[in-house]
C-alpha cells in the first residue's frame, strides 16, 4: 500500500519560514515526478510546485517563485518544499503528491496518482 505522509506544517508569523517534507512508502518515486499542492479555505485546490525524478527539474507557481523551493531525497523516497518570506495568503492545507505511471512533471492536479493527507500551514499578519 502506498502511502506518502506530509509534516512540518504549522502556524508562523508573516515573513517567517516553514520546511515541509513528504515521505513516501509502499513504493520508489525516484524516477518519477513528485509535486506540492495547497487548497486554502472555500477555494480549489492549486498547484505549488513539482520536481522531476528524473533530472530534478524544478517548475514553480507565479505566487511562490523566488520565496518556495522544492527539492527531494531520492535515497529517503522523500520530497521537500522550502518556504520563506510567507504571506497571510500562503494560508492553505499543502498537499503532497507522487505520478507512478508517466515521467513528465505537471501543473495538474488530475494527473497525479497518489496523495498524502495534508499538513495546515497557517501564517499570521
Known amino acids: 500500500q502506498v502511502q506518502l505522509v506530509e509534516s512540518g506544517g504549522g502556524l508562523v508569523q508573516a515573513g517567517g519560514s516553514l520546511r515541509l517534507s513528504c515521505t513516501a512508502s509502499g513504493r520508489t518515486f525516484s524516477i518519477y515526478p513528485m509535486a506540492w499542492f495547497r487548497q486554502a479555505p472555500g477555494k480549489e485546490r492549486e498547484f505549488v510546485a513539482t520536481i522531476s525524478g528524473i533530472n530534478s527539474s524544478t517548475y514553480y507557481a507565479d505566487s511562490v517563485k523566488g520565496r518556495f523551493t522544492i527539492s527531494r531525497d531520492n535515497a529517503k523516497n522523500t520530497v521537500y518544499l522550502q518556504m520563506n518570506r510567507l504571506k497571510p495568503e500562503d494560508t492553505a492545507v499543502y498537499y503532497c503528491?507522487?505520478?507512478?505511471?508517466?515521467?513528465?512533471?505537471?501543473?495538474?492536479?488530475?494527473?497525479?496518482?497518489?496523495w498524502g493527507q495534508g499538513t495546515l500551514v497557517a501564517v499570521s499578519s
Open positions: 503528491a507522487a505520478r507512478g505511471r508517466s515521467f513528465g512533471p505537471s501543473m495538474g492536479v488530475r494527473d497525479y496518482d497518489y
